[in-house]
C-alpha cells in the first residue's frame, strides 16, 4: 500500500528544517494527494502551530534527557487507510524504546467526543494495522492549544494543554521514553507496510478491479492469506490429480469468511484465466448479491480509464444461488464450474425445496453434482447462531446432513475441514485442516469482543454484558437513545470527524437498521418496487451525498438485506419483537420461533465495524440496555 507522509525524517532533521520549507512540503503533499479537499486556510495556521509547539517540545526534551536526535523519528501528516476510507494523522513520534506516539492537535479551547474518538482510532489503526507498529507500546495524546482549554478523562488518550508553546504531558512522556533501554531503529518504522481489512464492499472492489487481495495482519492474530493460501493450493492440487474436495472453512460472525470467499474466486480465475477454471461465488442471500453486484458495476464506472488489463468482470463471479441450483436440479451434468464457493452454507435449505418433500437437501445435491465432475473443490463457507428463515438448517443438522451426502458418493469426494467439526463426521473420516478455522472476528476494527457482549445481551447476563463493555468502550462506542434524531445528530458527528477531508466515494457509512418483527419505524429499503430508487445496491454503496444513500437515513435494512453486509458505524431501531419483561427478554413476534428472532438480532447488533448506537423506545428494555454498559447520549 503506498503510503505517505507529509513531512518525516529524525528529530534531528526536524529541527534543522525552517519554518518556511516545512510548511511548503506540507501544501505541496496535500495538493498531491487524490482523495483531499481543497486546502483550508485554517490548516496552514494549524500545521504552523505544530511547527512551533514540536520545536520547542523536542527541544526541551533533548535538552533533559540529551538523546541523540537522529535516532528518534517524527512524521507530520502519515496517511493511513481509517475507516471512512485515507485521512492523515497530525504527528506520529517513535523512539529507540519502541514506543510510538500519535498525537492529534485541536486549536481550541475544548475537544469534542468526536475528535478524542478519533484520536483513539488513530492510535489503534496504528497499533494494528501498520506492521512496524504492532509489536511498539503505544500512545495517544490530544494536544489542545488555544488558552483556557478544558481538559478531559480517556482510558487511551491524554490530554495535553499548550503552555508557553510546550506539549508539557508528551515532553514528559518522551522523556520517560527515551531513559528506557534503546533497541528499535526507528528507520525501520518507515519502511512498515500498512494493513487493513477493508469492508466487504471496498474488498470486493479491490480484488477485481485493483487485482489486490486485502491482507490481515494484525495485532489480534490470523491472517487470513494462509486459508486462502491453502485453498488456491487445493484446486491446483484437485486439477492436476483430478481429485474432488469438498472443504468446510468456519468462522465467527465477521471473521472474513464472505471476504475470503470472493478473494479466492477472482484470484483463481486471474491466475488461471475465467474461461479455463469458471470459478463461482454463491448465495442465498439476495440481498448480499445484489449489493456485491451495484458494488462492482459501481466501482467500475469509477475506475475507468484507470484500470489496467488485470481487471476481470466480477459480476459473472459473483451469483444467487437459485438459478445455479435449477440447473443441478434439472441435469447434474449441466454446469461446469471447477471451484464453487456456496457463502453461508449453514442456512442451506434442509431441502431443495420446501414443497417437494422427496426432494434431497440442497448440500446432497451439491455433493452428487461434485461427484459427476472430472475434478472440483466446493468450499462451504459456514458460522452458527445467525439463522433467520424459518427452514434454515443449524450448524449441527448442517454437517450431519454433509456427514450423509459425502458418504453417498462413495468415495468419490472427499471432505477437509476444521478439527472442531471433523470430529463430528460419523459416516465418513475427514482430512483436518485448521487453517480453515478463522476464529478472530475482524469486522469490528477495534475489538474482538463484540460478540461476547451480544451474546451476554441475549442471555440476560447484564453484569457479563457490562463487564465487556467496559472493555470495548473505549474502542468502539455502545450508545443508547430513546430519540431518533439524536441518534442520527450522533452519528453524523462522528462520519464528519471521522471523513474529515476525503472527497471519495469509500466513506465511512453510517445508517438504519431495524427488525422485519420490531413493529412500524421507516421505511424498509428493500420495498423498492413500491417506491423506485430506494434500492438495496445504492443505499450500501453510493456516496453519503446520494439521495439514495444509507447515510440519508430515510430507509432502514431489515435483518434480511443486512446479514453479510456491515456499516461504519450501526444505528439499529430495537424492535417491539423482543422485550424485556420480569427479568429477561421475551420474544413478541409472529414468528413464534424464538431462535429466529435471537439470530435476528443477532446479525443486526453485530452489523458495526466502528461502533453500534441504539434506538429503543421499550422503557424496560431501555433500562436493561443501559445496565448492560451502553451510554446514554
Known amino acids: 500500500m503506498d503510503l505517505k507522509a507529509g513531512w518525516d525524517g529524525t528529530w534531528q532533521d526536524f529541527l534543522s528544517t525552517d519554518r518556511a520549507s516545512f510548511l511548503e512540503s506540507l501544501v505541496s503533499f496535500h495538493r498531491s494527494l487524490s482523495w483531499t479537499q481543497d486546502l483550508d486556510p485554517a490548516q496552514r495556521y494549524a500545521w504552523e502551530t505544530e511547527y512551533d509547539v514540536m520545536t520547542s517540545t523536542l527541544n526541551h526534551v533533548i535538552t533533559e534527557t540529551q538523546v541523540e536526535p537522529e535516532k528518534c523519528w517524527i512524521v507530520f501528516e502519515q496517511e493511513l487507510i481509517g475507516e471512512g476510507g485515507k485521512r492523515a494523522a497530525d504527528v506520529n513520534l517513535v523512539t529507540p524504546a519502541g514506543e510510538l506516539f500519535v498525537v492529534e492537535f485541536k486549536h ?10 478519533r484520536a483513539n482510532s488513530d492510535l ?38 499548550a503552555e508557553d508553546g510546550l506539549a508539557p504531558q508528551l515532553a514528559s512522556q518522551l522523556i520517560t521514553s527515551l531513559s528506557k533501554p534503546s533497541y528499535y531503529n526507528v528507520l525501520q518504522w518507515a519502511k512498515g507496510e500498512f494493513y487493513r481489512q477493508p469492508s466487504i464492499l471496498h474488498g470486493t472492489a479491490q480484488v477485481f478491479f485493483d487485482a489486490k487481495i486485502p491482507t490481515l495482519k494484525t495485532s489480534a492474530g490470523e491472517n487470513i492469506g494462509q486459508a486462502r493460501a491453502a485453498l488456491l493450493k487445493l484446486y491446483q492440487h484437485a486439477r492436476d490429480k483430478q481429485q474432488r474436495y469438498v472443504v468446510v472453512v468456519h468462522g465467527r460472525p465477521g471473521a472474513g469468511k464472505t471476504l475470503l470467499g470472493i478473494g479466492s474466486v477472482a484470484e483463481i480465475a486471474r491466475s488461471e484465466s475465467a474461461k479455463q477454471s469458471e470459478p463461482i461465488f454463491l448465495s442465498g442471500n439476495g440481498p448480499l448479491v445484489q449489493v456485491l453486484q451495484h458494488t462492482l458495476d459501481y466501482s467500475g464506472k469509477q475506475s475507468v480509464g484507470r484500470t489496467g488489463d488485470k481487471v476481470i468482470d466480477g459480476r459473472v463471479m459473483i451469483q ?18 471447477t471451484f464453487v464457493v456456496f457463502d453461508e452454507a449453514q442456512r442451506a435449505w434442509d431441502k431443495a425445496s420446501p414443497r417437494e418433500s422427496q426432494s434431497p437437501s440442497e448440500l446432497m445435491l451439491f455433493c452428487n453434482w461434485l461427484a459427476c465432475q472430472p475434478f472440483g473443490v466446493l468450499v462451504l463457507l459456514v458460522g452458527d447462531g445467525q439463522a433467520i428463515h424459518r427452514n434454515e438448517m443449524q450448524l449441527d443438522q448442517m454437517l450431519a446432513d454433509l456427514d450423509a451426502a459425502i ?10 475441514m476444521p478439527s472442531l467439526h471433523a470430529s463430528k463426521m460419523q459416516l465418513v473420516t475427514p482430512i483436518k485442516k485448521d487453517v480453515y478455522n478463522l476464529k478472530t472476528p475482524i469486522r469490528q476494527a477495534y475489538t474482538e469482543s463484540l460478540d461476547k457482549w451480544i451474546e ?35 452519528a453524523l ?31 424498509e429499503v428493500q420495498k423498492d418496487k413500491y417506491k423506485p430508487g430506494k434500492h438495496i445496491g445504492p443505499w450500501y454503496v453510493e456516496p453519503p451525498s446520494s439521495e439514495n444513500s444509507c447515510c440519508q437515513f430515510e430507509a432502514a435494512c431489515t435483518e434480511f438485506s ?21 427479568g429477561k427478554l421475551v420474544v413478541e413476534d409472529r414468528r413464534q420461533y424464538e431462535h429466529y428472532t435471537e439470530g435476528s438480532y443477532r446479525v443486526l447488533l453485530s452489523r458495526g465495524r466502528s461502533g453500534l448506537v441504539i434506538k429503543c423506545d421499550d422503557q424496560e428494555t431501555f433500562e436493561y440496555l443501559k445496565q448492560c454498559g451502553m451510554q446514554e447520549l
Open 108 to 117: 481550541k479551547q475544548e475537544a469534542s467526543e468526536y475528535e478524542i474518538l
Open 124 to 161: 489503534q489503526t496504528m497499533r494494528r494495522y501498520h506492521s512496524e507498529s504492532i509489536d511498539l507500546v503505544g500512545y495517544g495524546f490530544v494536544v489542545l492549544t488555544k488558552p483556557g482549554a478544558k481538559p478531559f478523562q480517556h482510558p487511551n488518550v491524554v490530554c495535553d494543554i
Open 320 to 337: 444467487d444461488l437459485l438459478p445455479f441450483k435449477k440447473d443441478l436440479k434439472r441435469s447434474l451434468t449441466s454446469r461446469r464450474e
Open 407 to 416: 458418504r453417498a458418493q462413495n468415495g468419490k469426494v472427499i471432505p477437509i
Open 456 to 490: 451476554a445481551v441475549l442471555s440476560n447476563n447484564s453484569d457479563q454484558a457490562q463487564k465487556v463493555a467496559l472493555d470495548i468502550q473505549a474502542y468502539y462506542p455502545l450508545r443508547l437513545t430513546q430519540y431518533q434524531q439524536t441518534a442520527e445528530t450522533y
Open 493 to 523: 458527528g462522528v462520519q464528519q470527524t471521522m471523513h474529515e477531508g476525503n472527497k471519495l466515494q469509500d466513506a465511512f457509512r453510517t445508517g438504519w437498521l431495524m427488525s422485519s418483527q420490531g413493529g412500524k419505524f421507516i421505511e
Open 562 to 582: 443486512c446479514q453479510g453486509l456491515e456499516l461504519s458505524l450501526a444505528l439499529f431501531n430495537w424492535g417491539l419483537d423482543m422485550v424485556y419483561r420480569n
